[in-house]
């Protein structure tokens, strides 16, 4: 795909014809193909040249390499592996610009060259940012995937009217209703509604992120946005850059058909201003919903959340209390209405002399003694950023390989503005792809570390539960609920209580604990022996 002249195979015949013409002996070649010369890293032979030159491999006096720019194109590399390589006694040529660092001229050269061929790289992608930019001003779409409701034809986006048609209904019920981003989603999926499966998107339910993007996107009312994301160098780093979000873009006419109107938008854009911060608290700011998402609603199965009820009077009495949020639609077409509120002290108390129950256990602390050591499970996530960061650099180095093959058009080449066009057109297009991946990356690593955050380690868990007696009672509210949603999965109970005043059905461990003579991840709550035997231990 590169020029005639500048291809692998031809740098390479014509460096050995150099090797040969001065009575050199090639002991050794590195390349690395489509690999962008922008920094060091990603470039694994050139690594290993470097390391064979410290190593003394082949007692080498030169490194032949065809132009500069292949050696590399940022000046503080180039002059740094040169002096490095010069200290072991080793001196590069560039053939075609007949340059030798073991000649004066020739590191003056180095040094110049160097620096033209890092200003030259900065050159093209300013080049090519503009044109991204020129695109969006004209209104056209400016490369990747068209955005679910689009259909992407001859490079201009084309209503898909019955995907248009989920969008408005999304628009429709976080605008009209009082739902918020997590209800919308639950509606569309509890509703039956399910995505098209296309292009990279894998999974027919609907989800908050995918609910967000559509609320956030204003290419929805017409318009086409540019600069969103920008990319930004890391302070203290050389050559490493990272992709931020931008709240100062810009917003150009589209030249495609709208599927809500600047209306609709504006007001879901008000609504997402209110709805998308944490609100004060307006009670005690000690106070914590201990078991808050833990608890299961027994009609829906959704997670209960924490709320609080206040009576006007002297004492101003706060009653905290655990209740279903969302009216959700069940699988049957049956709406979510259950309206009973736990009161929170009750729950609490009640899960806690379970887990007192359990670690009364003489047994317990030798069982579990052999546990420590085990960690909670983050695999997913981990594997999930690891997956995506492996994408990452396969598109990284299609991108430089591109940056490349623009950088080595001729000129003077008759098809020199077709060739550039249409690499610059496939430019756009990674582009576009890395902002995604470095998205889903950011939103990846943000609820790792929001797990890594709000969880104990395993083995100071299972140390709490060992001296459970003697931490828990002092733990603040805060620390009562990090311990419980690091350790508990969820809790099951019944619509109401029993005759014999019972309302825990069982409770999921996220790692298996020991009870009754072994190790269980859910403990079920419903078999009257098993409740003796919890009370017995209490009594103990």
Not at 293 to 316: E, I, Q, T, W, Y
Not at 499 to 517: A, C, H, M, Q, T
Request: charge should be neutral; charged fraction near 30%; include cysteine.
């Amino acid at each position: 795909m590169q020029v005639d002249g500048y291809s692998l195979d031809a740098q390479r015949e014509r460096l050995t014809k150099y090797a040969y013409g001065n009575d050199f002996r090639i002991v050794g070649e590195y390349c690395d193909a489509g690999k962008s010369g922008k920094n060091l890293e990603g470039r694994p032979d050139f690594k290993q040249m470097l390391d064979d030159i410290q190593e003394g491999k082949d007692n080498v006096a030169f490194v032949l390499v065809f132009k500069l720019s292949r050696f590399g194109r940022n000046a503080a590399d180039v002059l740094s592996s040169l002096q490095f390589m010069q200290s072991y006694g080793v001196n590069l040529i560039c053939v075609d610009d007949g340059i030798d660092s073991s000649k004066d001229s020739g590191k003056l050269m180095i040094s110049v060259l160097s620096a033209v061929a890092e200003i030259e790289r900065d050159n093209i992608l300013v080049q090519t940012m503009e044109g991204r930019r020129q695109k969006a001003r004209e209104g056209r779409w400016n490369g990747g995937f068209a955005p679910y409701g689009y259909d992407l034809v001859n490079g201009k986006l084309i209503l898909v009217e019955d995907e248009a048609e989920i969008i408005r209904l999304i628009y429709d019920k976080f605008i009209t209703t009082n739902m918020g981003i997590g209800g919308v989603a639950d509606w569309m999926n509890n509703q039956g509604y399910r995505k098209k499966l296309r292009q990279n998107n894998k999974l027919e339910n609907f989800s908050v992120h995918f609910v967000k993007g559509v609320l956030d996107n204003p290419v929805y009312c017409g318009k086409i946005a540019f600069g969103r994301r920008k990319t930004e160098k890391i302070k203290g780093k050389v050559n490493e850059t990272h992709v931020v979000k931008n709240d100062d873009y810009h917003l150009y006419e589209g030249i495609h058909d709208a599927i809500i109107t600047e209306e609709t938008w504006n007001a879901a854009q008000a609504k997402r201003k209110l709805t998308g911060h944490a609100n004060p608290k307006l009670y005690n700011p000690e106070h914590e919903h201990i078991l808050t998402g833990l608890l299961k609603c027994p009609v829906c199965g959704a997670g209960m959340s924490g709320n609080f009820s206040r009576k006007h009077g002297k004492d101003k009495y706060e009653r905290f209390y655990y209740h279903c949020k969302h009216a959700r639609f069940l699988p049957d077409g049956r709406k979510c209405d259950y309206k009973k509120n736990w009161n929170q002290d009750d729950v609490n108390q009640a899960v806690e002399q379970i887990v007192r129950a359990m670690v009364s256990n003489p047994d317990f602390e030798a069982a579990m003694g052999e546990k420590i050591g085990d960690n909670l499970d983050i695999t997913n996530l981990e594997s999930e950023i690891k997956n995506l960061r492996t994408q990452l650099r396969k598109k990284e180095t299609n991108k430089a390989t591109l940056i490349q093959q623009i950088d080595d058009l001729d000129p003077d080449d008759k098809n020199y503005s077709r060739k550039a066009s249409d690499l610059n057109d496939r430019l756009e297009k990674f582009y576009y792809d890395i902002d995604e991946i470095d998205r889903q990356i950011e939103n990846a690593e943000k609820r790792l570390a929001s797990v890594q955050q709000n969880k104990i380690n395993s083995d100071t868990i299972y140390k709490y539960l060992l001296y459970f007696d003697r931490y828990y009672d002092s733990f603040t509210d805060a620390e009562k609920k990090e311990f419980m949603q690091s350790f508990i999965e969820s809790i099951e109970i019944f619509e109401q209580k029993q005759e014999d005043g019972r309302f825990l059905k069982s409770i999921e461990f996220k790692f298996p604990v020991y009870f009754n003579g072994g190790y269980v991840k859910q403990l079920g709550l419903t078999d009257k022996s098993t409740l003796e035997s919890v009370v017995k231990l209490i009594r103990k």
